[in-house]
Nanobody
Framework: QEELVESGGGSVQPGGSLRLSCARS????????MGWYRQAPGHERELVAS???????NYADSVKGRFTISGDNAKTTVYLQMDSLKSEDTAVYYC????????????WGQGTQVTVSS
């Protein structure tokens, strides 16, 4: 059983930066991905960025060049550095852990609000 604990959300002006953190508590079977999804009011949840247990990364086109996902060596904590934030980045951001090999599983964090507004 895994628990994902998120931190780092908040309010910022356009052009500002925030860093989200997601810490997992268990020993996830490899391979897996850890990532961030977001959901704005009236929209479906969408992938923002993800990182695999071997360090491969993937980004939504809308955040490429502005957001950076990274993790510690053991990938027990994953970070999402968000720069040059725009109003359209406003959403609830959810951490996700997913088993992508023979053993399938999926866990979600509780969500953290990011608001970009002047």
């Amino acid at each position: 059983q895994e628990e994902l604990v998120e931190s780092g959300g908040g309010s910022v002006q356009p052009g500002g930066s925030l860093r989200l953190s997601c810490a997992r508590s268990g020993s996830a079977f490899r391979p897996y991905t850890m990532g961030w999804y977001r959901q704005a009011p009236g929209h479906e949840r969408e992938l923002v960025a993800s990182i695999t247990s071997v360090g491969g990364t993937n980004y939504a086109d809308s955040v490429k060049g502005r957001f950076t996902i990274s993790g510690d060596n053991a990938k027990t904590t994953v970070y999402l550095q968000m720069d040059s934030l725009k109003s359209e980045d406003t959403a609830v951001y959810y951490c996700n852990l997913k088993g992508i090999g023979f053993i399938k599983y999926e866990y979600w964090g509780q969500g953290t609000q990011v608001t970009v507004s002047s």
